[in-house]
């Protein structure tokens, strides 16, 4: 196992402290999950995310597409 970077423990730290139980996961409403979330220190944006992901409404990876930089 390797140490983590305060980057990573700070991207993940306020997911990883948040429990859903699978009985809720699947009962509960996209808006109440989202709430849930939020509620438990997550923004709205990423909350919305990962709970369209987890029902299987988005792909992991960028949550939109991203232009190319120009020259």
Known sequence: ???STPEEDAK???LA???ISDADLESLSRDALVARLVAGG??????ERCVEIH???AEPG???PH???RR
Request: charged share 15%; hydrophobic share 45%; glycine share 12%.
């Open 42 to 47: 997550v923004s709205r944006l990423t909350a």
């Open 1 to 3: 196992m390797t140490a």
């Open 67 to 69: 232009t190319v930089a």
């Open 12 to 14: 993940t730290g306020v």
């Open 17 to 19: 402290g948040i429990v």
């Open 55 to 57: 029902r299987g409404n």
């Open 62 to 64: 960028r949550a939109r």
